[in-house]
Structure formats: C-alpha cells, structure tokens
C-alpha cells in the first residue's frame, strides 16, 4: 500500500486521528503515571537525549522510549479516541512518530504507516474474538493487540521487506500483553499499558530490521499461537483478513467526547436523551436504572472513589455529572475527591442491575423514574463519538484546541492544527514535533 493507493475519507479520518491524539499527549503529559516512567527511565541509565522527543514535556531520549512515554500520556487522562485494538490510537500515533523523527520521515510518509497501523492492531483484535469477548477473558486489548499495530506502523515507515515486515509482528507477539487486573484498586497500570504496547511494537519493528527473526505463525500457531493462547474457543482467524486492503480499519475507529470509559458513553446519551424527552432537571429524578450484563455490573457499579480512574469507570459518577453539569469534560473529573453534594445525592439513586444479556455491539440500556411517576428506557447503540455518529470536523479540532492550548499556547496550537490538516505536504514531522513544547505552566491532575 503507498500513500496514493488510500481514500480520501481514509486520509481525512488519518489526520483526524493523529490531531486528536496529539492534544490528548500534551494534556496527559503531566500525570503522576507519566512522571513514574521518566523517573524509572532515569533510575534505570536511560538516555537523557535522543532524537525522538517528549512530547509536552522537555528532553528527548530513545525511539523506543519515547514511544513508551508519549503513549501513556496520551492515554493518561481517558480522552482518547476507541475503536481498533481498544485504543489504537494512543498505541500507533506516538510509536511511529518517534520512528518517524529520528528518520526524518515526510508526513504522508507517517500518515500511511498510522493507517496501517490502525488497520493490523483492529484486525488482530477482530481474529482474537472481537472487543468485548476478549476483553472479557481478562485481556486489555490496547496492550495484547496494540503492540501488533505498533510494530506494523513502525515497520511500515521503517520500509522492511516482507520477511521484516512478518518477523516484526511475530516478535511483537512473542511479547505482547496486558490484564484488566487494575480495576480491583485503581493502578496506574491502565494508564501504562498503551506505552508498553508501543514501546514493545516499535522495538520489535527495529529488531526485525537488525536480522532478528520472529514466529511467522505468531497469530495462527496450534500450542502458542495468540489467538490459541489469548482467545481460547472464541478466536476467528478469518475475519483478520475481511477486507484487507479494501477496508480500512481506521474508519471503524471513533473520536471521544467525554473524559471517560467509552463503555460508558451510551448510557451517557440515553440518559440525556430521556432528561431532553421529558424535559427533566436533575432534582426531577427519583432513580436511575443501568439494565446491563454481569460484565457491565463488575467493572462500571462504582460508589466509592479511591482515584480518577475510579471516577472514570464509575456509571453512578458518570452519569450523576451528566444530569447535574451536562458536562463531561476532564474538570469534572477532576473533583472525584470531593465530590459535590448534588452530585453524590443522585449517585445515591442510580442502580445497575445485569438483568439483560448483550451482545458484541450492545451497550446498557437506561431507565429513568421521576418523583412525578412518569419513566422511561432507551438503549443508544452508536453513542456521539461512534464511527456511525462521529464528531464533525469542527468538534474535533475544537476538542483539539481545548487541550493543547493551555499547554502549548495559542501560536503552536494554530500551528499544530493546520500542519496536520496538511499532512501529506510536510516534508518533516519533526516540524509538527517540534511544536509540542510546552510554554504554559502546567497544572497537576488530582
């Protein structure tokens, strides 16, 4: 595949992409998971500079390292985009960029190897049974499947033959992993697991490119394979390959409007959807009902904040702040350590029950009761994000603008929005890299 071979939907949904994960880096680059990794890289001799750079932070190090870096901070703060392997984005964009400064890469150069990257970590996701059923195992599929599409993006702008190409994956896949245990306290592990998807990617790529040879039959192999090891009983290998190289995965992938679990989401705008129909004010309900699975009880039924991610992953806090602020910005997580007395009330009244059985693509369905007796269940499906409901344009660059102007300034910003509305003519990424400096003060994140 060459640049020229892609779809101009493709390519608009490329840069789309790579804007919004970009400004998710500069907001998440000050969070305590990020300052753990720079402080363990010292602790452990890493370089203090190299040619690939972090990214709202000051310094450079390793193609590798940064990778690692810049990928947790793009997911640090659960704002960026889902669909793909989970979190594709946060995985590819960072991996290879920091290939794409050291080699001075163009920027359709690196657009083309972020698409392709997108496309491979979606496809081994689809063969290992599809989100939700892997994920149910116990598996984070940002970290058991990003670090396919990592090395494919890497190994794309890298250039490697065939037999490179396949040995990146397969050492990739040797290595690849990730578990949901972080929901039991809150880790930061969560955080960290897209760093060391891309992390692990990128270095497979470049030892494939040193001669080192990896498992050819990583994905299909009977006793190893990874589909046979981490997708028992569920995996369908044929679905990797629907498609390939017609369709193009990256358009499955959506864009995040509000700073949480995306699971969440639905429930989000079946909640307001019900508030809008009845013209309710948060005062007005009586209870909320979430009518979920048992999956949906176990990882979202939170009354208890012990962190951000806790609020996060909380359906009672989520859906609280939605009925009282309309607002599910990062600020409003922001106060999960003392949460607001109108909004814990009504987390009071909101119950998730796994009465309903749901398949792949379902989400939770909300009942609303008010004081006045009247009530009501919807079930949103595509929820505002959704490859089927995207975010326009504008609201994607405005989402943009909104994170990195209070880290990078208003110049930059510009900047940095119009270069990668134009990828395909900058002649170095660096150039956009280069922009992601940070001039304002930062601010922590409880």
């Given at each position: 595949m060459t640049f020229e071979h892609l779809p101009p939907e493709v390519v608009v949904a490329g840069k789309n992409f790579i804007l919004d994960t970009l400004a998710c880096c500069a907001a998440g680059a000050r969070t305590k998971p990020v300052d753990a990794i720079l402080t363990a890289i010292s602790a452990l001799g890493g370089p203090e500079t190299g040619p690939a750079s972090l990214w709202a932070r000051e310094g450079s190090t390793s193609v590798d390292r940064a990778a690692l870096v810049n990928a947790t901070s793009a997911h640090a703060l659960e704002l960026d985009d889902f669909g793909g392997c989970g979190h594709s984005g946060a995985v590819v964009i960072p991996a290879v960029f920091a290939a794409g400064e050291q080699a001075g890469a163009s920027g359709a150069d690196v657009l083309l190897a972020i698409i392709a990257g997108y496309d491979v970590a979606a496809r081994v996701l689809e063969g290992a049974g599809g989100y939700r059923r892997h994920n149910d195992l116990g598996w984070h599929s940002s970290g058991t499947c990003g670090s396919f599409g990592s090395a494919a993006g890497v190994a794309k702008l890298l250039g490697l033959d065939i037999e490179r190409f396949v040995?990146?994956?397969?050492?990739?896949?040797?290595?690849?992993?990730?578990?949901?245990?972080?929901?039991?306290?809150?880790?930061?592990?969560?955080?960290?697991?897209?760093?060391?998807?891309?992390?692990?990617?990128?270095?497979?790529?470049?030892?494939?490119q040193s001669g080192m040879t990896g498992p050819r039959q990583v994905l299909d192999a009977e006793w190893g394979g990874f589909f046979s090891t981490y997708a028992p009983t569920i995996?369908?290998?044929?679905?990797?390959?629907?498609?390939?190289?017609?369709?193009?995965?990256?358009?499955?992938?959506?864009?995040?409007?509000?700073?949480?679990?995306?699971?969440?989401?639905a429930p989000i705008d079946s909640l307001l959807a019900l508030m809008g129909h009845f013209g309710a004010e948060a005062d007005d309900?009586?209870?909320?009902?979430?009518?979920?699975?048992?999956?949906?009880?176990?990882?979202f039924d939170r009354m208890k904040l012990e962190s951000l991610l806790d609020a996060q992953f909380s359906?009672?806090?989520?859906?609280?702040?939605?009925?009282?602020?309309?607002?599910?910005?990062?600020?409003?997580?922001?106060?999960?350590?003392?949460?607001?007395?109108?909004?814990?009330?009504?987390?009071?009244?909101?119950?998730?029950?796994?009465?309903?059985?749901?398949?792949?693509?379902?989400y939770a369905a909300v009942e609303v009761r008010?004081?006045?007796?009247?009530?009501?269940?919807?079930?949103?499906?595509?929820?505002?994000?959704?490859?089927?409901?995207?975010?326009?344009?504008?609201?994607?660059e405005a989402k943009a603008r909104s994170l990195l102007m209070p880290v990078i300034g208003d110049t930059a910003t510009d900047k940095l929005v119009k270069s990668v509305m134009h990828l395909e003519e900058v002649a170095d990424i660096r150039s956009i890299t280069n922009l992601l400096k940070p001039t304002m003060s930062q601010r922590p994140i409880p």
């Amino acid at each position: 595949m060459t640049f020229e071979h892609l779809p101009p939907e493709v390519v608009v949904a490329g840069k789309n992409f790579i804007l919004d994960t970009l400004a998710c880096c500069a907001a998440g680059a000050r969070t305590k998971p990020v300052d753990a990794i720079l402080t363990a890289i010292s602790a452990l001799g890493g370089p203090e500079t190299g040619p690939a750079s972090l990214w709202a932070r000051e310094g450079s190090t390793s193609v590798d390292r940064a990778a690692l870096v810049n990928a947790t901070s793009a997911h640090a703060l659960e704002l960026d985009d889902f669909g793909g392997c989970g979190h594709s984005g946060a995985v590819v964009i960072p991996a290879v960029f920091a290939a794409g400064e050291q080699a001075g890469a163009s920027g359709a150069d690196v657009l083309l190897a972020i698409i392709a990257g997108y496309d491979v970590a979606a496809r081994v996701l689809e063969g290992a049974g599809g989100y939700r059923r892997h994920n149910d195992l116990g598996w984070h599929s940002s970290g058991t499947c990003g670090s396919f599409g990592s090395a494919a993006g890497v190994a794309k702008l890298l250039g490697l033959d065939i037999e490179r190409f396949v040995s990146a994956l397969g050492i990739a896949g040797t290595f690849t992993g990730g578990t949901w245990a972080f929901l039991a306290d809150g880790a930061m592990t969560k955080r960290f697991h897209p760093g060391k998807a891309a992390e692990t990617g990128t270095a497979a790529a470049y030892l494939a490119q040193s001669g080192m040879t990896g498992p050819r039959q990583v994905l299909d192999a009977e006793w190893g394979g990874f589909f046979s090891t981490y997708a028992p009983t569920i995996s369908e290998p044929a679905l990797a390959l629907a498609g390939l190289g017609r369709e193009f995965r990256i358009l499955r992938s959506g864009i995040k409007p509000y700073a949480c679990c995306r699971t969440i989401h639905a429930p989000i705008d079946s909640l307001l959807a019900l508030m809008g129909h009845f013209g309710a004010e948060a005062d007005d309900i009586e209870c909320v009902i979430v009518h979920g699975n048992a999956q949906t009880v176990r990882q979202f039924d939170r009354m208890k904040l012990e962190s951000l991610l806790d609020a996060q992953f909380s359906m009672q806090f989520c859906l609280a702040v939605a009925a009282a602020r309309r607002d599910l910005g990062l600020p409003q997580f922001e106060q999960w350590s003392q949460i607001p007395p109108d909004i814990a009330s009504l987390m009071a009244r909101i119950a998730l029950i796994g009465d309903r059985d749901l398949g792949p693509t379902e989400y939770a369905a909300v009942e609303v009761r008010l004081h006045d007796g009247r009530r009501a269940e919807r079930q949103v499906q595509c929820a505002k994000g959704h490859a089927d409901n995207p975010l326009s344009e504008a609201e994607v660059e405005a989402k943009a603008r909104s994170l990195l102007m209070p880290v990078i300034g208003d110049t930059a910003t510009d900047k940095l929005v119009k270069s990668v509305m134009h990828l395909e003519e900058v002649a170095d990424i660096r150039s956009i890299t280069n922009l992601l400096k940070p001039t304002m003060s930062q601010r922590p994140i409880p």
